[in-house]
């Protein structure tokens, strides 16, 4: 059998986000088993994982919308990318459609859906990994920023136009609404892609109503680059980790509150706008921004993990994560990592947004004997069918076949 094309399109040529890190291992994984690939991104510079990779990339060498002050240029950019498309037709002219798929990643700092257009209009199929809710919603998150909880409107209705729920101001809600509107109308997202990669139920049940009523779902779990090791001794441990940005929505000021009635010590790895408000508590140490693989320290450090997020996330990758070290997590029930934590079993669920539900929580991880069971529990069951890479490609390769009829 012929092996297919595969062309990978996401905003960066290096790893920005959770959205770009898959990509980029998925990229390396296609090719490291002879697979054909091309990875397309919009902004550079191209990180060493693709450098060495044996697999083609096309870097456009553009700015992304956060540079707009710079060059208002970039938000025209930022609707729809005339250099994406032309680089997309060129690229395809002369390609056998039977045999290359199209795979959408990140595509809303710089890329835009142009290119998807152009693949349709030469019968190319496309695939999308849903890793945000961009496809539907104008901030991408489904959630009220204001308000600062999940968002009950039905996106794009006049209700939602109308709202200001944007982090920034109405302006740059209104710009968000207008490239929705260009990527549904030109951009046939979503009404000319019918096959969508999932990676929880709950975005699957919150998407479906906005996709093609005749679309596909595969689901297929983030890729976790860890290998196996005995399990994390959390028993010896000091504190409780939560790892991602120090942001209201992902519910650091309830975790701080929260810890505080608790009596239990904070590790919080990553940065952001409340990172001072952390840093005023004795019982918190923040350590900014640190690579992958400090980041796998830090959970080895960990008693437990706590993931109060008040949105609904897609994924949750650093639930797996501690799983895969042997660390249980204390998860927010609104969001889609809760799927892959046993309530009582392999970690907690908490009332998102409740204070004094996530301190009952941190509570139980005083008690060694409960956590180091716990810990015991998520990494059974995470062993048990684990997403390494080789397992996540070929999952993935399988999902090309079978929208591709190979």
Request: hydrophobic share 40%; net charge positive; charged share 20%.
């Amino acid at each position: 059998m012929k092996n297919p094309t595969i062309i990978l399109l996401n905003d960066y040529c290096h790893i920005n986000g959770g959205a770009s890190k898959v990509a980029i291992d998925e990229a390396c994984g296609l090719a490291s088993i002879g697979m054909n690939v091309i990875f397309i991104g919009a902004c550079g510079p191209i990180c060493p994982e693709l450098q060495n990779a044996k697999l083609k990339v096309i870097c456009l060498g553009q700015t992304e919308l956060i540079n707009a002050g710079k060059n208002p240029f970039v938000m025209l950019q930022g609707l729809w990318n005339f250099k994406a498309c032309a680089k997309m037709r060129s690229l395809l002219k002369n390609m056998d459609r039977k045999n290359t798929i199209i795979h959408l990643h990140g595509y809303t700092k710089a890329l835009t859906t142009s290119p998807v257009r152009m693949a349709n209009k030469l019968g190319f199929k496309v695939v999308c990994t849903l890793h945000d809710f961009f496809v539907a919603c104008p901030n991408g998150a489904l959630f009220d920023y204001v308000k600062c909880k999940p968002c009950p409107k039905r996106a794009m209705s006049f209700d939602c136009i109308k709202t200001q729920c944007d982090k920034r101001h109405y302006l740059h809600k209104l710009y968000r609404v207008v490239r929705t509107f260009i990527q549904k109308k030109f951009g046939d997202l979503p009404k000319g892609v019918k096959d969508y990669i999932t990676l929880s139920k709950q975005s699957a049940v919150l998407l479906r109503p906005y996709l093609p009523m005749d679309s596909n779902f595969h689901p297929l779990e983030n890729p976790i680059d860890i290998p196996k090791d005995n399990p994390v001794n959390v028993s010896a441990n000091k504190s409780v980790v939560a790892v991602g940005r120090l942001d209201a929505e992902k519910g650091i000021e309830i975790l701080l509150e929260a810890a505080k009635q608790a009596g239990v010590s904070l590790t919080l790895v990553g940065d952001g706008p409340l990172r001072p408000l952390a840093e005023s508590y004795d019982f918190c140490k923040v350590t900014g921004w640190v690579s992958p693989a400090q980041v796998i320290e830090e959970l080895s450090q960990a008693r437990a993990l706590v993931f109060p997020s008040l949105w609904y996330e897609t994924y949750g990758l650093v639930v797996a994560e501690a799983a895969a070290r042997g660390v249980a997590a204390i998860v927010s029930d609104v969001c889609a990592a809760s799927e892959r934590v046993l309530d009582g079993k392999t970690g907690w669920h908490m009332r998102s947004g409740d204070v004094s539900d996530l301190a009952r929580c941190l509570g139980i991880t005083k008690d060694d004997e409960a956590i180091a069971k716990a810990g015991a529990e998520a990494y059974s069951l995470f062993w048990s069918s684990p997403p390494i890479k080789a397992a996540h490609t070929q999952g993935l390769l399988n999902i090309y076949r079978k929208i591709m009829g190979l």
